[in-house]
């Protein structure tokens, strides 16, 4: 049974850079064919996805984050981490990490409970 735990500061000032980890055990990151994504849902919206990172440590970000965003990887602790740049109130969400494995389409089948981040002085 693959498990996902997100960790970090749940309180943040803005224009600060937001650093999210997310350990994963029951399984690697560096298994074939899996992806590990960040996702998050700020209040009263829905589910936004942030970007991947892949077996060949390959990582894509949604342009809307407007480069702000950047996941790495530390295979030695099965883990990968988000971080975001020049954090804005607008950042406030729930950030979720998820694993996701492609049959053309993604199709996530294991997520963390999700951890609340709040950007605000």
């Known amino acids: 049974q693959v498990q996902l735990q997100e960790s970090g500061p749940g309180l943040v000032k803005p224009m600060q850079t937001l650093s999210l980890t997310c350990t994963v055990s029951?399984?690697?990151?560096?298994?074939?064919?899996?992806?590990w994504m960040w996702i998050r849902q700020p209040p009263g919206k829905g589910l936004e996805w942030m970007g991947v990172?892949?077996?060949?440590?390959?990582?894509y970000y949604s342009p809307s984050l407007k480069s702000r965003a950047s996941i790495s990887r530390d295979t030695s602790k099965n883990q990968f981490t988000l971080q975001l740049s020049s954090v804005t109130p607008e950042d406030t969400a729930v950030y979720y990490c998820?694993?996701?494995?492609?049959?053309?389409?993604?199709?996530?089948?294991?997520w963390g409970q999700g951890t609340q981040v709040t950007v605000s002085s």
């Open positions: 029951g399984g690697s990151i560096t298994t074939n064919n899996y992806f």
């Open positions: 998820a694993r996701a494995f492609s049959t053309g389409v993604y199709k996530l089948d294991y």
């Open positions: 990172i892949t077996v060949s440590a390959s990582t």
